[in-house]
């Protein structure tokens, strides 16, 4: 199993990024679908959540600001996260669960700062 997370990079406050992550050697369709993160110093904290039947939750610092969504023929997840700010800056890890094993990707670094 491999999750390809990409996307990350160095963006300004108010700036926007769109994270991807590329599963590989999963029926993604029927996996839920995670995006985690964890700043320096800090515990990994999940973001925001899809399910198999495309139903969403967030984490309330990202209500309203990151957006995710999946697509199943691509067999990728996406967060699309607006108005990043300076607390946003974290490595982002992708994470699948499916018929009780669960699995995570590399991580992608998003770093908000001017």
């Known amino acids: 199993v491999q999750l390809q997370a990409s996307g990350g990079g160095l963006v300004q406050p108010g700036g926007s990024l769109r994270l991807s992550c590329a599963a590989a050697g999963i029926i993604f369709s029927n996996a839920v679908m995670r995006w985690y993160r964890q700043a320096p110093g800090k515990q990994r904290e999940l973001v925001a959540s899809v399910t198999s039947d495309g139903s969403t939750i967030y984490a309330d610092s990202a209500k309203g600001r990151f957006t995710i969504s999946r697509d199943n023929a691509k067999k990728t997840v996406y967060l699309q996260t607006n108005s990043l700010k300076p607390e946003d800056t974290a490595v982002y890890y992708c994470?699948?669960?499916?018929?009780?094993?669960?699995?995570w990707g590399q991580g992608t670094l998003v770093t908000v700062s001017s």
């Open positions: 994470y699948a669960a499916i018929i009780l094993r669960a699995y």
